[in-house]
């Protein structure tokens, strides 16, 4: 489980497209924060400050606006065109003890001794507590060998998470390399027909 990060947020009272613009040039970017049964309320953080956050792929962060911290899901992000900045991030108000459902990213630590891996799950989803939530999920390589497989009963989960496959679902496995077939690769490897050339042969055979 990664630390909470806490966002220092301000009130933004001028809305619109031309004071959105003013603030990404000053290198702030809006914000939306909801939910709880509250009203929405239109913000404004350091693009220096959330940068980090998303790029660190969190998904829960504590806001601080005005003195008063309130834990929320980041729920949508908007870059621009060219992907290098955010310009505008939707938060969504969550209760601390609530649980909730959010997707995660598998990685794999490490090496196989032999073998090639195989992961054909490479995110889940996960309903947990808010403050359970883990960066990522790691699957350590060392040790497997051929014929092994890890399966999402295997993964090392936070305390009373649920997990949205089936335990016996297949996440990685170390299966043996392919065999070459020599001749097939010699055949492959063969110089290829020149196309005209069997033309030309016909054609001097005629002579």
């Not at 947020?9 to 509250?38: C, I, M, Q």
């Not at 900045?85 to 209760?95: A, E, P, T, W």
Request: hydrophobic fraction near 40%.
């Amino acid at each position: 489980m990664s630390e909470i990060v806490t966002l220092n947020v301000e009130s933004r009272t001028s809305l619109g497209t031309a004071n959105s613009r003013r603030l990404r040039r000053a290198d702030k970017v809006p914000a939306n924060v909801y939910g709880l049964a509250k009203p929405t309320v239109s913000v404004q953080v350091d693009r220096d400050a959330i940068t980090p956050v998303l790029v660190a792929a969190a998904h829960v962060v504590d806001l601080n606006l005005d003195g008063t911290v309130a834990r929320a899901m980041i729920r949508e992000v908007q870059y621009d065109t060219f992907f290098t900045k955010v310009v505008h991030v939707d938060f969504q108000r969550i209760d601390p003890e609530a649980r909730i459902d959010v997707e995660v990213e598998i990685s794999t630590k490490g090496q196989t001794a032999a073998g090639v891996v195989d992961q054909p799950v490479h995110r889940i989803s996960l309903n947990c507590l808010s403050y359970q939530v883990p960066e990522k999920l790691y699957v350590r390589l060392s040790g497997m060998k051929v014929g092994d497989s890890i399966t999402v009963a295997n993964l090392e989960l936070p305390s009373g998470a649920k997990a949205s496959l089936p335990a016996e679902t297949v996440v990685l496995r170390v299966s043996a390399p392919q065999a070459v077939n020599l001749e097939t690769a010699a055949v492959t490897a063969a110089e290829p027909e020149v196309i005209g050339r069997k033309k030309a042969e016909d054609e001097e055979a005629k002579k």
